[in-house]
């Protein structure tokens, strides 16, 4: 997409987040309206959420949760078949090291381009 932003976020890893939030009872959708995602749009797999969108969303969502373990506890409901093959290419790697190529060399087709957070103030996503 011509006009998309440089750096984004798959619907599809996104909507890892989303659900592993929603399994632990926190209310996830809310917290994408919030930062202004739709769900119904950002959760399909091939939208694209600016990196400072996906940005905001984990951070209201640690916020909100007051959970400083928020990203432990997500991982742990991650469903790997979600992302197709990539998990089958991975785990049929040789080494630990090529399954961290394939890994790095396709993660943008299943979770996008972002990279680390910025240093900015986040004082606009705490829940009043």
């Known amino acids: 997409m011509a006009d998309s932003p440089e750096h984004y976020m798959t619907g599809l890893g996104l909507s890892q987040y989303v659900y592993g939030a929603e399994r632990l009872g926190l209310p996830a959708r809310d917290v994408l309206k919030a930062c202004g995602l739709d769900p119904a749009l950002a959760l399909q ?70 990279e680390g957070f910025e240093a900015v103030s986040y004082t606009h996503l705490r829940a009043h």
């Open 45 to 114: 797999p091939t939208q694209r959420v600016s990196a400072q969108q996906y940005e905001d969303f984990i951070v209201k969502l640690a916020l909100d949760s007051a959970d400083e373990y928020l990203g432990f506890h997500i991982g742990h409901q991650v469903m790997p078949a979600i992302y197709g093959a990539l998990p089958a290419l991975a785990f049929s790697a040789a080494t630990g090291r090529d399954a961290m190529t394939t890994g790095l060399r396709y993660q943008a087709l299943a979770g996008g381009t972002v």
